[in-house]
């Protein structure tokens, strides 16, 4: 279709697939519907060039399709990223399911979305995202071979969340390493924004090395819980992104750095396991650089939980899985060196190796 100006309206009805702003040449979108059990499914495969497209399914109670599409292409992209610049072979994909996983998720619904993963035959290969437990991984795993992250009773590596927990806990450390010339935590003031699977095992790291840890949450339970169990702080004041703290570890969802929260961050350090932190990767990026606060890059630091289910696929045990995982110090730190020297935004650092590996692949697999 040839089309001289549109607006975004506009440009949403003419090409809501491939104009979406989100949609960055990915190779396979799948929409899923089953009528019986109510799945709404889209899988996104964004790159295959590394490997089948890896990446968890997110259960979520978007509020329109648009959403969950923007979503399911954002993550997808992410995850050929986080693959590529952690040295595994593996592509991004990603699956999102519209609904609300605390009442709308049953075995039907979990094993049908699971027939649609084996449709692909192999293209793409699921685990656990947002709302998605390792036995939602076990009930797959009846359908297809396409899954991982599912039981260590059932031969896989188990939940992936404290792997990807001390991944972030080290790209924080070369993070204050950085900023502080000094990578121990102790008494430095640490805000962790979601105490979920991941964030709660964050928060036993921190307070383990003796952070003064701040916790938030939109889970009341959830929090009275974490602060009893850790001595974690709840944080009372409304505004988390104002809070005057040395470290924000963003570890809910994405997006949270945007036009209306980045210019009121305090933080020094932003170092956080959720997906797409920032909702502009080039703006906002360079406006953290502008401001000195050091950014590392989700997809790098967050890339534990992958490392791990990759395992499931290479054999590979838990020590390789904590060796590689603990690597991820050392990559976050030249990641800030290289940004540094060349005056880049970290982001864009670690995203240029990240690309370059695929590109190289690219040109070998060509030849
Ligand atoms: N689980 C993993 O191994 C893994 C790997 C890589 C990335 N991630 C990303 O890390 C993030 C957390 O993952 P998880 O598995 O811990 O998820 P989770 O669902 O277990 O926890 C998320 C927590 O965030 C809270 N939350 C939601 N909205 C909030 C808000 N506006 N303010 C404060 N808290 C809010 C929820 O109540 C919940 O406690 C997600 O963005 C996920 O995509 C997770």
Redesign the pocket.
């Known amino acids: 279709m040839q089309v001289d100006v549109l607006n975004a309206k506009e440009l949403e009805k003419a090409a809501p697939v491939f104009g979406q702003l989100s949609f960055d040449n990915h190779e396979q979108v799948v929409f899923c519907n089953d009528k019986d059990t109510g799945l709404k499914a889209i899988i996104g495969i964004h790159n295959t060039v590394l490997g089948p497209a890896l990446g968890?399914t997110?259960m979520w109670n978007y509020t329109s399709e648009w959403e969950a599409l923007n979503d399911v292409l954002r993550?997808s992209r992410g995850m050929t990223f986080?693959s590529a610049i952690t040295g595994l072979n593996l592509g991004g994909g990603k699956a999102v399911i519209i609904g609300d996983a605390k009442t709308q998720k049953t075995p039907e619904l979990m094993r049908r979305f699971g027939e649609f993963v084996h449709s692909l035959s192999g293209k793409y290969i699921t685990a656990?995202?947002?709302?998605m437990e390792t036995e939602d991984m076990d009930t797959i795993r009846e359908v297809t071979p396409y899954v991982t992250g599912i039981s260590e009773a059932k031969g896989g590596a188990g939940?992936?969340?404290p792997?990807?927990?001390y991944g972030v806990f080290m790209g924080m450390k070369a993070a204050a390493k950085f900023k502080f010339g000094d990578d121990n935590l102790e008494d430095r003031s640490v805000l962790v924004?979601?105490?979920?699977?991941?964030?709660?095992t964050l928060v036993e790291h921190l307070t383990q090395e003796g952070a003064k840890v701040y916790i938030?949450?939109?889970?009341e339970g959830?929090l009275q819980e974490i602060s009893k169990k850790y001595g974690a702080i709840i944080f009372e004041e409304e505004d988390?992104y104002s809070a005057n703290v040395d470290i924000y570890a963003?570890?809910?969802?994405?997006a949270?750095i945007n036009d209306d929260t980045i210019e009121r961050l305090q933080a020094k350090i932003i170092a956080?396991?959720?997906?797409?932190q920032l909702a502009d990767e080039v703006s906002h990026g360079k406006i953290l650089q502008e401001k000195g606060i050091v950014y590392a890059p989700?997809f790098l630091i967050?890339?534990?939980?992958?490392i791990?289910v990759y395992a499931e696929l290479e054999n590979y045990g838990r020590k390789e899985i904590m060796r590689k995982t603990e690597n991820i110090y050392n990559t976050t730190l030249q990641i800030f060196e290289t940004a540094r020297k060349r005056d880049l935004t970290t982001h864009f650092a670690a995203l240029e190796i990240a690309r370059q590996r695929i590109e190289e692949r690219k040109n070998l697999n060509l030849k």
């Open positions: 968890g997110r993550l986080k656990e995202d947002v709302g939940n992936p969340s792997v990807t927990a924004q979601g105490i979920g699977h991941v964030g709660e938030s949450d939109i889970n959830r988390v963003p570890c809910a969802l994405g949270t956080g396991a959720a997906n797409n989700d967050n890339a534990g939980g992958i791990n």
